[in-house]
């Protein structure tokens, strides 16, 4: 079975610092990572994706994330936060070996202060 | 250029009636899934469509719940006799092709209020 976890159900930053929003994964073989970002009344929105190759990975908006295989991480980055970030993020993962779907994590608020 | 499109944005209906949620994915993605989103609970797959395979259908909370998609391009989530605990966002997404390494793209979602 594969699963996300996202253990901060909120992040609070200050406009302009850096920002980390934490994801974990396990999965029986390789995995195929995924960060979304949802903003309020909307679908969920693509920022970026780890298949294979290097491991950080840039995407939309200036987020970047890195993938840690010993660590099983996938950690959502950014180095200065804005007010605009603030929304609800979701991890995913799927396990690249045979058939499955996407598995999500329940998301994490990010908070931006000016 | 179009993206998923979701009808209606809105529903509230009374516990006991049957509900029709629409999913218009982007044209040319073969796969289609379906996600439950309730507070704090993150997305809950339902169901998902490739081209004219068989549907997974193994998220599916109880034989309430049924999808079809046809002519591999529009979808309906049919919801039979509302409970409350139905009450949620049912978001749909569309990919190029399905369980690959390609993201899927979502639609802005139904929120369904059963009173």
């Known amino acids: 079975a594969q699963s996300v976890a996202q253990p901060e159900d909120q992040v609070n930053v200050a406009e302009g610092n850096p920002l980390t929003v934490k994801c974990t994964y396990s999965?029986?073989?390789?995995?195929?990572l995924f960060w979304y970002v949802q903003y309020p009344n909307r679908g969920l929105q693509f920022l970026l994706k780890?298949?294979?190759?290097?491991?950080l990975v840039k995407g939309s908006y200036g987020f970047e994330a890195e993938f840690n295989k010993s660590q099983t991480s996938f950690h959502l980055k950014k180095p200065s936060a804005l007010v605009s970030d603030s929304a609800l993020y979701f991890c995913?993962?799927?396990?690249?070996?045979?058939?499955?779907?996407?598995?999500f994590g329940k998301g994490t608020m990010l908070l931006v202060s000016p | 250029g179009a993206g998923v499109s979701q009808s209606p944005s809105n529903k509230v209906t009374e516990k006991g009636k049957d509900v029709e949620l629409r999913c218009d994915p982007i044209?040319?993605?073969?796969?289609l899934y379906w996600y439950r989103q309730s507070l704090g609970q993150g997305l809950e797959f339902l169901i998902y469509?490739?081209?004219?395979?068989?549907?997974?259908k193994s998220g599916l909370p109880s034989d309430r719940f049924s999808a079809e998609r046809t002519g591999g391009s529009v979808s309906t989530l049919t919801i039979q006799r509302t409970q409350q605990e139905d009450s949620a966002v049912y978001l749909c997404?569309?990919?190029?092709?399905?369980?690959?390494?390609?993201?899927?793209?979502f639609g802005d979602g139904t929120r369904l209020s059963i009173l």
């Open positions: 044209s040319g993605h073969t796969a």
């Open positions: 995913a993962v799927r396990d690249n070996s045979g058939y499955s779907t996407l598995t």
């Open positions: 999965v029986s073989g390789n995995p195929y």
């Open positions: 469509f490739q081209g004219n395979s068989a549907p997974d």
């Open positions: 997404a569309s990919s190029p092709e399905g369980n690959s390494n390609q993201p899927q793209h």
């Open positions: 780890y298949i294979t190759g290097d491991n």
